[in-house]
């Protein structure tokens, strides 16, 4: 089986939106059943928290089920847990080193670049441009 996380800042946008993009691919490629996909934050301020609704609503334009989420804290155990996290920008990564052993074959950006925060900039539509384009990578490495 193949363990993914998706970590960003507080689990309700990006990461939730790439756990659920990813398990939709999976899905639709008839693969669900080799993969475990997760999501988790770096901070502590959205614990509990559901989804972000114009997140929800991003996923549910493009047809993406949006599963009963709560936001939750990356924690070490995640580390042991799963072959992969993916984070979303520069300061996720810096907290995820605070967090977690730095192990740069293990705990990886998304894209090349920061995946922008819809949080601040209202752009979901974009995030799920750079999400679905990190998630086809992640299913052209393993699928």
């Known amino acids: 089986m193949i363990r993914i996380l998706f970590v960003c800042h507080g689990n309700i946008c990006r990461s939730p939106m790439g756990q659920y993009i990813l398990q939709d691919m999976v899905n639709r490629a008839g693969v669900a059943e080799r993969f475990w996909i997760d999501s988790a934050a770096v901070s502590r301020e959205e614990i509990g928290n559901p989804v ?7 996923l549910e334009r493009h047809g993406v089920a949006c599963g009963d989420h709560r ?17 979303m920008d520069a300061s996720n990564r810096r907290r995820l080193e605070r ?5 740069p074959r293990k705990i990886r950006p998304l894209l090349e670049r920061d995946v922008a925060d819809p949080w601040y900039t209202g752009d979901f ?8 384009r ?10």
Not at 134 to 143: L, Q, S
């Open 134 to 143: 990190g998630c086809r990578k992640i299913m052209e490495e393993f699928a």
């Open 52 to 58: 972000y609704p114009p997140a929800k609503r991003e």
């Open 125 to 132: 539509a974009a995030a799920w441009e750079d999400l679905n």
């Open 99 to 103: 967090l977690l052993p730095r192990d």
């Open 71 to 87: 936001a939750r804290q990356v924690t070490r155990g995640d580390y042991e847990t799963f072959d992969r996290i993916y984070y």
